[in-house]
């Protein structure tokens, strides 16, 4: 269940609560959820998300949302892992202007009155970002809520916290394998097939272009990718270009002929191949190219 805003009082009983952004509902928000899950199978009540639209930072910063998971996506990965009711509070200056016992009291209490809370250690609210663990620990006991601080996760490969930050790092850097080992799945975007200048098809490669505006594009390069369409998988290989300084995502699916404009699919990004190359000519494109193919087919383990 969605509930937009918090203008009338959440009417839910035993309500197990975090709050966040939760960009990316990556392992380190999953181990938080997995906390209340236990809770729940054991006293229970209902799991409650608490998160913002748009982003606070893209709010502040007055510019459009590049973000690991736009709300659509966000709503549908917090319902698989578990969530049970998610209250989506639009982000506005009342808000950003609000101290943090006055949006703890008016909003928190009164609208939504959970029976315990759950957020990271790290968490921070209210104007300025002034409250904390410490000052959320204080309130909830002058409240009569349960309180439950879950400290990070670490990841076991390179010891460093799991974050959306982290994730967001990786992706700039094209390392999509690491972005995927903190989020617990490959980094995905989704959006329409747009026309292109048709470069592929006058090389007998052709490919899909997608407009992704609303997510963060991994570095420009080369991968190896899986495509969804109509409830199917593909497999194929993705370019990302910088033109007139914004990315450009061309997909060439292996073994598809259909025409797909003004179609929606999603790329799923598995290993970065190679960095932008320059061409001099077509044929040494389509050389390339080719060796790309042979490249992700041995990645995504294709013998046929």
């Known amino acids: 269940m969605v509930i937009y805003g918090t203008q009338q009082k959440i009417k839910f009983n035993d309500l197990l609560l975090t709050i966040g952004n939760f960009d990316g509902v990556h ?3 999953k181990k938080i959820l997995e906390r ?7 006293h229970g009540g209902s799991i409650a998300a608490y998160t913002f639209d748009p982003h606070p930072q893209a709010f502040f910063k007055k510019e459009i949302e590049h973000l690991l998971t736009p709300l659509d996506e966000k709503i549908q990965l917090l319902e698989r892992a578990g969530v049970d009711i998610i209250i989506v509070e639009k982000f506005t200056q009342i ?6 016992q006055t949006f703890f009291n008016n909003i928190i209490v009164e609208k939504i009155h959970p029976k ?13 970002r002034e409250g904390d663990v410490k000052v959320l620990e ?3 006991r002058l409240s009569h809520i349960d309180y439950e601080p879950i400290g990070p996760l670490y990841n076991n490969d390179d010891g460093n916290r799991v974050s959306s930050s982290a994730i967001r790092k990786f992706l700039e850097q094209g390392k999509v394998l690491e972005a995927a080992d903190y989020l617990g799945r490959a980094y995905s975007i989704h959006g ?10 006058k090389i007998h490669v052709p490919t899909a272009n997608i407009n992704g505006d609303s997510f963060i594009i991994p570095k420009d390069g080369v991968y190896a990718v899986t495509i969804e369409y109509e409830g199917k998988k593909y497999n194929g290989v993705a ?5 007139d300084q914004k990315p450009l995502l061309e997909v060439h699916f292996f073994n598809f002929s259909q025409t797909i404009y003004d179609k929606k699919i999603r790329v799923h990004f598995i290993e970065r191949i190679r960095d932008e190359m320059i061409f001099q000519n077509q044929d040494a494109l389509k050389s390339q190219i080719l060796q790309d193919i042979l490249q992700a087919r041995k990645i995504l383990k294709i013998n046929d």
């Open 27 to 29: 392992r380190g928000h």
């Open 36 to 42: 209340m899950i236990i809770e729940k199978n054991s």
């Open 95 to 100: 808000l950003a202007d609000m101290d943090t």
């Open 116 to 128: 315990k809370i759950y957020t990271g250690t790290n968490f921070r609210f209210g104007k300025n």
């Open 138 to 140: 204080a309130l909830t």
């Open 192 to 201: 329409l097939v747009v026309t292109g200048k048709a470069v592929g098809r």
């Open 239 to 243: 370019n990302i270009m910088i033109r």
